[in-house]
């Protein structure tokens, strides 16, 4: 029985670790090493990296932190920020990452995800969108460049292209709800579930294991990646690492298996 | 001693530091003269399958490599894209593969799993060991591993296959002959159940 994924995502700025709230604020949260070593003791189902300046500076991804968290890495690893070329790819993944995802070629490059899928497998190519609800018709729409940069389409429509140009996940991160805790977009995860048949992670709004449960139950065995939920505890949002125990987990598995049994 | 093939594929580092944590020695082969005298090797591998066997072909260490897998009956163990490069060939490339093992890698054909089965497979599953074999000892149940493929080896002969795992209907999850072995998922990264295999090979 395959899994439903259960995900920190980790976003680093400068030399340590920020989460932040609708896509600002950044808040200093810990070192990123560090944070993989008490991942790693929780036994955590995969980690999600971002580095959210690569692509505003227009720097290369900083290898040497990238090779340090595969090596620290007893968990798969998924590495995003200033990924725009096919070597980029073949040198990150050379450094003992499984996944490397990117976002604004989807637009701006999208002959990147077909060639990088040739070479380093679509399995390990993944699409991040970010999602901003319009505010006068309801549509999710997709943004890229970590949500300063509109594509006019909507969030299915980009989800569809990527399926289409060979990714082998799509990630849908969530602008509206970053750093919310007021639960997933279950309507967008509906649309998204149906509108691929890759795997899927939906990112921003998780603030309980009911959240992630609220998810697994929309749309079946597909991944809940958070990043507030596993770095703050308490209502004052004091930085402590944390996530699910493995029964609680396991419990929410069977849930999820013997329902899909069931429909 | 662990000699890990390092030919520039997969991670050998997060490989290295769990046998270093057990106080297993491990050298990182980059070229034939340092797999002199290799005791058990490990052969990882991530991406496409051609690009992996170019990659191998590639560093030179692939004559010293068959020399010692089947001249010397060396234990091989090929991980996720290493354990398909032991078929004969792969779906996914043109390239011959090491041929060790009779079989062919072939797609996931997406949708023909069913509703709701997501394309590649990727995550944590379950596996069930055909016939009881050393590197699965203490793993028999319970046990889950992280997947990430999108082709899948299919063994000419069925008594090669060390475990199963089911995915819109089964696969080989874990292929063996002799001292050839291989797994699909990555051990390195299967918390405590993958060390325990990868413990289990330098052991066995």
Request: glycine share 12%; proline share 4%; net charge negative.
């Amino acid at each position: 029985m395959l899994r439903p994924r259960i995900i920190p995502c980790l976003l680093v700025k400068g030399a340590g670790l920020v989460k932040t709230v609708g896509f600002g604020r950044p808040k200093y949260v810990g070192d990123p090493i560090n944070a993989v070593r008490i991942f790693n003791e929780k036994e955590v189902d995969e980690l999600v990296v971002l580095d959210i300046d690569a692509t505003a500076e227009g720097r290369e991804p900083d290898y040497t932190l990238i090779r340090n968290l595969a090596a620290e890495c007893r968990m798969p690893l998924c590495y995003g920020g200033g990924v725009s070329r096919v070597d980029q790819f073949e040198r990150i993944v050379s450094l003992g990452v499984e996944k490397v995802s990117v976002g604004a070629a989807i637009v701006e490059n999208p002959n990147l995800v077909g060639a990088a899928a040739r070479c380093v497998g679509s399995q390990s190519v993944v699409v991040i969108i970010d999602a901003r609800r319009d505010a006068q018709t309801g549509r999710r729409l997709g943004w890229v460049r970590n949500g300063t940069v509109p594509t006019g389409l909507t969030v299915t429509d980009l989800v569809r292209r990527a399926t289409e140009l060979g990714a082998g996940e799509v990630v849908v991160n969530n602008i509206d709800l970053d750093g919310s805790m007021t639960g997933y977009d279950l309507d967008l995860a509906r649309e998204v579930g149906i509108a691929t048949s890759l795997p899927v992670t939906f990112l921003g709004g998780a603030g309980s294991l009911t959240h992630i449960r609220e998810l697994f139950s929309a749309v079946g065995v597909v991944g809940a990646a958070a990043g507030s939920l596993f770095v703050f505890k308490g209502s004052l949002r004091a930085v402590l690492i944390n996530y699910p125990r493995r029964s609680d987990r396991d419990e929410l598995c069977l849930e999820v298996a013997n329902r899909s049994v069931a429909s | 001693m662990i000699t890990i093939v390092n030919y520039g594929l997969g991670n050998v580092q997060a490989i290295g530091n769990i046998y270093r944590k057990a106080g297993i020695p491990v050298t990182l082969a980059e070229k034939p003269e340092d797999m002199v005298g290799a005791e058990r090797l490990i052969l990882p591998g991530v991406g496409a399958f051609d690009w992996a066997m170019h990659r191998l072909e590639e560093s030179g260490m692939r004559p010293a490599l068959q020399d010692l897998v089947l001249t010397k009956g060396v234990p091989v163990l090929g991980i996720c894209v290493g354990m398909q490069m032991l078929a004969d060939s792969s779906e996914e490339g043109v390239l011959p593969g090491l041929g060790w093992i009779s079989g062919t890698v072939r797609h996931f054909e997406p949708g023909a799993a069913g509703e709701g089965v997501r394309m590649p497979h990727m995550g944590w599953n379950d596996i069930a060991t055909g016939r009881s074999h050393p590197l699965f000892a203490g793993l028999e149940s319970d046990a889950r591993f992280y997947f990430l493929h999108s082709y899948y080896f299919e063994p000419v002969e069925h008594d090669t296959v060390l475990a199963w795992t089911d995915y819109g209907g089964r696969f080989a999850s874990s292929v063996g002959r002799g001292n050839v072995l291989g797994v699909q998922f990555h051990p390195e990264k299967s918390h405590q159940w993958g060390v325990r295999l990868l413990l289990n090979f330098a052991r066995g």
